[in-house]
């Protein structure tokens, strides 16, 4: 059975740091691109970024630039998500999801990041 | 990037068939055939109905199908049932940043 897990959320303030992890099991890991997809309360889906299987290639939404890294260790069955200087705005529930091509097939549940002073 | 466009909702009695919009631009749905449709039950994980404009993962109803047209993608439902009233999101991959962009969403509810 495919399942993913996040973990790592929490509440931070205002320029602080955090980093998501996603533990994958039940597939082979190093098959699939990955994602992480986020939703501010109230709000609807927003991509933040993705990773090919080896990490050679990873993309991210323009307002993360600079700030979040995805990166995966294929070894672990792994998936993260650092985020640095973290605003008010990164407020949401983070989850990290598998590729079937362009759409995302698995979920996990979610872990929620609350930014505030 | 700005998201896709959707209604905001839509609505149909049991056993009718709707169509959810969603339209980007030529930088998004316009060049790839990479658009997805997404159920979500408010504080669920999302689940994906359709990939890659008309495809069906294993375990999704054939009630639900999709397609494109220029700029525009559309997701039909079928036999429209209780169970499909909540939140549905269309998603494009767009060749600005090779990531992509959800739609704003759309309600559907039962009459």
């Known amino acids: 059975e495919v399942q993913l897990v996040e973990s790592g959320g929490g509440l931070v303030q205002p320029g602080g740091s955090l980093r998501l992890s996603c533990a994958a099991s039940?597939?082979?890991?190093?098959?699939?691109?990955m994602s992480w997809v986020r939703q501010a309360p109230g709000k609807g889906l927003e991509w933040v970024a993705n990773i090919k299987q080896d990490g050679s290639e990873r993309y991210c939404v323009d307002s993360v630039k600079g700030r979040f890294t995805i990166s995966r260790d294929n070894a672990k069955n792994s998936l993260f998500l650092q985020m640095n200087s973290l605003r008010g705005e990164d407020t949401a529930v983070y989850y990290c999801a598998r590729h079937l091509s362009s759409g995302l097939d698995y979920w996990g549940q979610g872990t929620l990041v609350t930014v505030s002073s | 990037q700005s998201a896709l466009t959707q209604p905001a909702s839509v609505s149909g009695s049991p056993g009718q068939s709707i169509t959810i919009s969603c339209t980007g631009t030529s930088s998004d749905i316009g060049t790839y055939n990479y658009v997805s449709w997404y159920q979500h039950h408010p504080g669920k994980a999302p689940k994906l109905m359709i990939y890659d404009v008309n495809n069906r993962p294993s375990g999704v109803s054939d009630r639900f199908s999709g397609s494109k047209s220029g700029n525009t993608a559309s997701l039909t439902i079928s036999g429209l049932q209780a169970e499909d009233e909540t939140d549905y999101y269309c998603?494009?991959?767009?060749?600005?940043?090779?990531?992509?962009?959800f739609g704003t969403g759309t309600k559907v509810t039962v009459l």
């Open positions: 998603s494009s991959l767009t060749s600005r940043t090779l990531t992509y962009v």
């Open positions: 039940g597939f082979i890991f190093s098959n699939y691109w």
